[in-house]
Each structure stands twice: as structure tokens, then as C-alpha cells.
Nanobody, 123 residues
Framework: VQLQASGGGLVQAGGSLRLSCAAS????????MAWFRQAPGKAREFVSA????????YYTDSVKGRFTISRDNTKNTVSLRMNSLEPEDTAVYYCAAARSAYGSRESSDYVYWGQGTLVTVSS
């Protein structure tokens, strides 16, 4: 079972990136999915989550209105569209699959983790 995150890179403040997470080894269409991030010297933090049907989404306050999470269960993928990026968004971004069908803000609710993709936002 593997989650492969991609799409990170270097972007100027105000720019956009789209992160993707592809799952292999099993289907995650019945699992909540999420993105977390970890900035240098800081603890990992919740960014966004989506339930198994994609009908419910959750965001940390600092990204509301700028980030959009989505999923395609036919392709076993989850994406994070990031607009109006700020230097404070610089971090390694991780996708994760929950043990339940519902999204959660708690990292302990996630059982599968991708390897992370680095997002660097320059000022």
C-alpha cells in the first residue's frame, strides 16, 4: 500500500500549485483522506480533509478560501489546489488515508501516509 504525493515546487507568493496524491496497492474510495504539512522546525499540522464521497470538506483556518481539496475515487487520487500562496505555506505536504470513511483533523486517525512533497513559497 502506497500513497505517492506530487506537485510540490518553488513558487512566488501569490502563485498557485496543485498537489496530487495517488494511491496504489488498494482502493481508498471508502476512506477519508487528508493533507497535512510540516514546516521547518515546526510540528506537523492539519491542512484539509475530505470524506469518502467527497461531499464534506474541512480546512484549517489559515487556508480557507485559498485551498480546495478534491478526490476522484475512480482514479484513487486526492488533490489539493492551492491558490494565493504565502511564504507561511512553505512546508512538506503529506497526504494521508484515514481508518474511517470520514475526514478528521487528528493525525492519529490516519493509518497510511505518503512520503511528502515540498512546497516552497518565496516572498
Amino acid at each position: 500500500v502506497q500513497l505517492q504525493a506530487s506537485g510540490g515546487g518553488l513558487v512566488q507568493a501569490g502563485g498557485s500549485l496543485r498537489l496530487s496524491c495517488a494511491a496504489s496497492g488498494r482502493t481508498f474510495s471508502n476512506n477519508g483522506m487528508a493533507w497535512f504539512r510540516q514546516a521547518p522546525g515546526k510540528a506537523r499540522e492539519f491542512v484539509s480533509a475530505i470524506n469518502w464521497k467527497g461531499l464534506n470538506t474541512y480546512y484549517t483556518d489559515s487556508v480557507k478560501g485559498r485551498f480546495t481539496i478534491s478526490r476522484d475515487n475512480t482514479k484513487n487520487t486526492v488533490s489539493l489546489r492551492m491558490n494565493s500562496l504565502e511564504p507561511e505555506d512553505t512546508a512538506v505536504y503529506y497526504c494521508a488515508a484515514a481508518r474511517s470513511a470520514y475526514g478528521s483533523r487528528e493525525s492519529s486517525d490516519y493509518v497510511y501516509w505518503g512520503q511528502g512533497t515540498l512546497v516552497t513559497v518565496s516572498s
